[in-house]
């Protein structure tokens, strides 16, 4: 009886020994599963900040590429506006080829020979120019100013220098000057450039100024 009853308790030791020992396994299992669990999701989770700080430095980068392309264009624009507007002036001021120092237009003094209003062949291209200027620029007005040397009373020299001024007014009405665009005057010997009495200094008073007027 007593064996029996030893027996039995050893039984029933053994079984709860098991169950104990099957229990504490479970409960580690259940822990590390549980750890598992949570690395995965804590590991899941970084994944994820890492892609959305990703996503949000790619978009950041885009957002300046876009921004700099922007700016690129508009610096572009700019400069073609200023280029634009610059040539335009260029091409709609009149004044600036009247300034062209290597121009036709540059030179506005035709000279002659002693006591004669004829014009030279070689003043024609100068008129021709100053003729072409008005008639492309019709708001334009030049004065014809005729000049003399000092030899010869004041009368026939202010006779001669409005003969002179004259025939450049009748040559550039010819080559389609409008009437309203041009004016004549003669000055005589009055308005000498070189003081000298020498052939040369005659020679430069001698002659026939085109004068625009604003």
Do not use: W
Not at 104 to 122: C, G, N, V
Not at 165 to 184: D, F, H, N, P, T
Request: glycine residues 6%; aromatic residues 8%; charged residues 30%.
């Amino acid at each position: 009886m007593i064996v029996r009853t030893v027996l039995a308790l050893a039984v029933f030791c053994a079984v709860l020994g098991c169950s104990n020992k099957t229990k504490s396994v479970a409960d580690i299992e259940q822990r590390e599963l549980f750890d598992n669990s949570d690395r995965g999701s804590f590991e899941q989770s970084s994944e994820s900040s890492d892609e959305a700080l990703q996503r949000q430095q790619e978009e950041l980068k885009a957002e300046l590429e876009r921004e700099e392309q922007r700016l690129l264009e508009e610096q572009q624009r700019t400069s073609s506006l200023d280029s634009s507007d610059e040539a335009g002036n260029s091409v709609t001021d009149p004044k600036s080829k009247l300034n062209e120092p290597d121009g036709l237009l540059a030179q506005r003094s035709i000279y002659y020979m002693f006591d004669s209003f004829e014009i030279q062949p070689e003043y024609k291209p100068i008129l021709e120019a100053h003729s072409k200027f008005l008639v492309d620029n019709p708001s334009f007005r030049v004065r014809i100013e005729g000049n003399c040397d000092d030899r010869g009373s004041r009368e026939y020299n202010l006779a001669l220098g409005q003969s002179r001024a004259e025939q450049i007014r009748k040559s550039m009405l010819l080559l389609g000057v409008s009437v309203e665009q041009i004016e004549v005057v003669s000055f005589g010997a009055e308005r000498p450039v070189a003081y000298g009495f020498d052939e040369g200094s005659r020679a430069k008073n001698r002659r026939s100024d085109l004068v625009y007027i604003d």
